[in-house]
C-alpha cells in the first residue's frame, strides 16, 4: 500500500531546550538506532521474513494476519499480506509496481503492524527537519530514555531501551509500537517481537517466525510484465480533521452525554480510517479529558458518512487524528464510588508498576492517577485530575493495561467505579 501522510510538527528546538553541551540531535540518535536494527535500511543484506500477528488479549485465537516479504532493496522487492478480510500482494522493482488485492479496505491496524515492522519510525523524514535534542541513550537493559515531541493534537513520543541503543517503543496518537526480543541477524538487533496495544480490551502482537538471508534472489519473483495504475492501488492519506469535516454528508455536531462525575469540560482525541467510499472503518481513542466520553465519540463517528476521499481524481482511504471539544453536565444518578489505592489494588490481579522515565522526578515524588474501571472490570481509561506530565501519565496507562481488575459488586451487582491510585518515583535505577 501507498501511503502519503501530512504532518504538521511543532518540535521542540536548540532555543527551547537551552544549550546544553550534552544533548544530541534526535534524529542522528535514531537514524543510529535504525542503522543498527532496520531490515529495510539502504545498504541492508537481502531477507525473508515471515511473521504472524496474534491478538494476545484473546488466548487461543486464530492469527489475524501473515506477513511475508522478500527483500533486495529499498527498490526492489515483494511483500505478500494474508487476513480473513484483506489480502494483498506489492511487487516494487525500481519504479514499477504491481499490486493485487482482495478486498476493498487495507485495515489500519494491519498497516500499523507491516509499518512497525520494516519502517519503525515513519516520521523520520519529519524529525530530520527539526533541529530537536535529546539526551544520549544511556545505562542498561532496563533503562530507557526518551525524547518527547509535542503537537496541537498529537504527541510523539520515541524511546531506547539499554546500552545497544536500540528502540524501545515509539507512540503517537495513530501509531504505536513496543520493541521487543531483539536478536541477532547479519550483523543487525532485530526486534522479534512487536507489540501494540489497539484499544482498551485488544493488544495485537508481530511475531517474526522465519528471518534468513536471501543470497541469491530469483528475478523472476520481481518481474512486472504490467505495472498496476494507480487507480488500482489502494493509497492511504493522511488529512486534517478540518478535512474530514468537510467531507461529511451530515452534521459533524457530537451529543455528549451527561456523566455521573469528572471532568465537565475538556477535549477528546481520536483515530479514525475511511474507507473509499467515504465508510469510517475503524475509530480508535486517543484520550479523553473524561473517560466517559470515549464510548460515545467512538459510536457516533462510526455512524458518520464522507463523501468519497479522492487524490488527483482517485479514489483513496484516508486517516486523520480528530480533536474534539466536549461540555456536559452532571447526572447524579450516574455517579460511580470512586474507591482509594488500598480499595482498587484488592481488586486488582497482574499488577504491573509503572516505569517512569529517568530524571522525571525527584525520587519518591508522589503521583495520583484517576482511573475508570467498567463493569466487566475492564480499564476504560484516564483522568488527568492532578495535572501530571504526559510522560509520566504515559507510563501509568500503559502499566494498568496489564492490571486485571475485578468486578466491583454492591448490592449484589457488578457496577462501574473510578479509583485514585497512587504511585511514587523509585529511588536509585529503574
Known sequence: MKVVAVFLVCILTTSALGA??????????????????????????????VASVMET????????????????????????????????????????????NTGDYFPA??????????????????????????LPPRGGANSNTCVDFPMRIDRWVICFEGSQQLLSSVFTKAYFAEFKDYKKFEGKWVSRKIDR?????SKLETQINTLELLPSPDEAMFAIRQPTPLAQQITRVRVSDDMVRKLALDSTEISWPKV?????????????????????REAYSAGCDNAAME????????????????????????????GFSFQTEIDGAQAPP????????????????PRFPPDTDMPGTEYVARISIDDDGRFLGIENTHNLSAPVLGAIDKAIMQWKFKPYVKDGKPQPFKADLVFHMPFGSP
Open 20 to 49: 546544553d553541551d550534552s544533548r544530541i540531535l534526535a534524529a542522528e540518535a535514531i537514524e543510529k538506532s535504525l542503522r543498527k536494527s532496520q531490515l529495510t535500511w539502504p545498504g541492508s543484506k537481502p531477507f525473508h521474513l
Open 57 to 100: 488479549a484473546v488466548p487461543g485465537s486464530a492469527p489475524r494476519a501473515k506477513i511475508e516479504e522478500y527483500w533486495v532493496s529499498p527498490t526492489k522487492w515483494k511483500r505478500v499480506i494474508e487476513s480473513p478480510d484483506f489480502s494483498q500482494v506489492r511487487i516494487v522493482n525500481g519504479d514499477a509496481i504491481s499490486e493485487k
Open 109 to 134: 491496524w494491519l498497516n500499523d503492524m507491516v509499518t512497525a515492522t520494516f519502517d519503525p519510525v515513519p516520521m523520520l523524514a519529519d524529525l530530520r527537519k527539526a533541529n530537536s535534542l535529546m
Open 197 to 201: 496495544q489497539l484499544d482498551r480490551v
Open 260 to 280: 455521573g462525575q469528572g471532568i465537565l469540560k475538556g477535549g477528546c482525541g481520536i483515530f479514525i480510517s475511511a474507507d473509499r467510499t467515504g465508510h469510517i
Open 295 to 322: 464510548a460515545p465519540l467512538h459510536d457516533t463517528l462510526m455512524k458518520w458518512r464522507l463523501k468519497p476521499p479522492t487524490l488527483g481524481g482517485i479514489p483513496v482511504q484516508i486517516e486523520s487524528l480528530m
Open 338 to 353: 470512586l474507591l482509594n489505592d488500598r480499595e482498587a489494588r484488592k481488586l486488582a490481579g497482574n499488577i504491573h508498576e
